[in-house]
Nanobody
Framework: HLQILPSGGGSAQAGGSLTLSCDYSEYIYSRLSRYCMAWFRQAPGKEREGVAAFDSGDRTQYTESVKGRFTISQDNGTSTLYLQMNMLNPEDTAMYYC??????????????????WGQGTQVTVSA
């Protein structure tokens, strides 16, 4: 399983910023010709939604509500995936997860593109 664990969650006030990070195995990009890496979130009582994703490290995808505010990036030298979150608002409050898998032919923002989930990191934004 390509299970990776996020860190960097916490609390922020509306308008503030947080950066999440995940350490992933080099296996992902050294052996897979095409892969998905993404950030998801799940608020209480809501379905897990894709927030930002890489398709094989070059194409990026964002859910509409975070466009212009969140940025996904990766540092292959340190095998780290980041999610920079700016202009946070209370609707961003959720448990955040990172995930990676070989490309299955569906959108990298879809939870169905991933086989396993690790523990998340909580992000809480106060008004």
């Amino acid at each position: 399983h390509l299970q990776i664990l996020p860190s960097g969650g916490g609390s922020a006030q509306a308008g503030g910023s947080l950066t999440l990070s995940c350490d992933y195995s080099e296996y992902i990009y050294s052996r897979l010709s095409r892969y998905c890496m993404a950030w998801f979130r799940q608020a209480p009582g809501k379905e897990r939604e894709g927030v930002a994703a890489f398709d094989s490290g070059d194409r990026t995808q964002y859910t509409e509500s975070v466009k212009g505010r969140f940025t996904i990036s990766q540092d292959n030298g340190t095998s780290t995936l980041y999610l920079q979150m700016n202009m946070l608002n209370p609707e961003d409050t959720a448990m955040y997860y990172c995930a990676a898998n070989r490309f299955l032919g569906i959108s990298c923002l879809s939870p169905m593109a991933y086989k396993s989930w690790g523990q998340g990191t909580q992000v809480t934004v106060s008004a």
